[in-house]
């Protein structure tokens, strides 16, 4: 369990069996009565931001979570099939449940994956990855204007802006939080 006192930013707590990430909070004493703790929390299943505020000294549990080193395999659309590295069991995770990061996952990479209860939430992706461009308009011999990009189709299968200079078969690394280009590898 955890008390008011070990709340912190990113804190995992579990409020009427509900997993939730704590995004702000705040101590503050009223007028009169006992301090309080006023909250900003991530629902981790629905991703809703709610307010909720504590008397100081309450206490809230721990949620079921834990985090699992898996390989991906492959997609079956509309779900993601993982593979535990340690027991080679096999899990599915609906793609939308990732915000968008299965869209930077190649078959056999590998990367963890949240679970709450036996239900995968979310995964974690390294911040960088190099990949090869499989689709993007040639580049003119010549053009080196500065800030001029376009589209490019990595081998995921996402779009990302690149630099003119940058062809089909070339390596480049990309930001996955932001899906932007970072330089050629």
Known sequence: MYSTTDFRKGLKIEV????????????????????????????ILTSRIQDITFRSGDKV??????TRDMQFLYRQDPDLVFMDMTTYEQLQMPASDTGGK??????GQECRVLLYKGRPLDIDIPLTLVLEVTDTEPGAKGDTVSNVNKPA???????VQVPI?????????????????????
């Open 16 to 43: 009427e069996g509900t997993p939730f990430e704590i995004v702000e909070y705040q101590h503050f004493k009223p007028g009169k009565g006992g301090a309080m703790v006023r909250t900003k929390l991530r629902n």
């Open 61 to 66: 549990d721990k949620p079921d979570l834990e």
């Open 102 to 107: 299965d869209g930077f996952l190649k078959d």
């Open 153 to 159: 189709t990595l081998e995921t299968g996402i779009t």
């Open 165 to 185: 200079f940058i062809n089909t078969g070339d390596r480049i690394k990309v930001d996955t939080r932001t899906k932007e280009y970072l330089g050629r590898e």
